[in-house]
């Protein structure tokens, strides 16, 4: 028996949120109902979303997604401990005085 992810080709479901899983179905229906042309409309408005739009499509190509990202950071100048930093440092939760 297989998956979910198995039939959609999901590799790693590790950062998808409850919203990401509400996104990847609205992709799936609308390539479902509609074939390329209504998922490529589907896309364009999902790259409204670049967080987001990053998260589902490293659930779908994990390893793409890690070296692309690898390479943005070194065009910035940036270490991948700069950016580990930079990250943890945004997605603390703000002290409450």
């Known amino acids: 028996m297989t998956n979910k992810t ?4 999901i590799a790693d479901t590790s950062l998808l949120t409850d919203s990401d899983w509400a996104e990847i179905n609205k992709l799936k229906r ?3 109902e ?9 896309l364009e408005e999902l790259k409204k979303d670049p967080v987001r739009t990053f998260r589902i499509m490293t659930a779908f190509y994990p390893e793409k997604m890690r070296e692309a990202a690898k390479d943005v950071i070194a065009e910035l100048g940036m270490t991948e401990e700069d950016f580990r ?3 943890q440092s945004l997605t603390r939760k703000p002290q409450s005085h």
Not at 6 to 9: S, V
Not at 34 to 42: D, I, M
């Open 6 to 9: 198995d039939d959609l080709g």
């Open 30 to 32: 609308a390539y479902d």
């Open 34 to 42: 509609g074939g390329s042309k209504a998922l490529s409309k589907a």
């Open 85 to 87: 930093e930079l990250s």
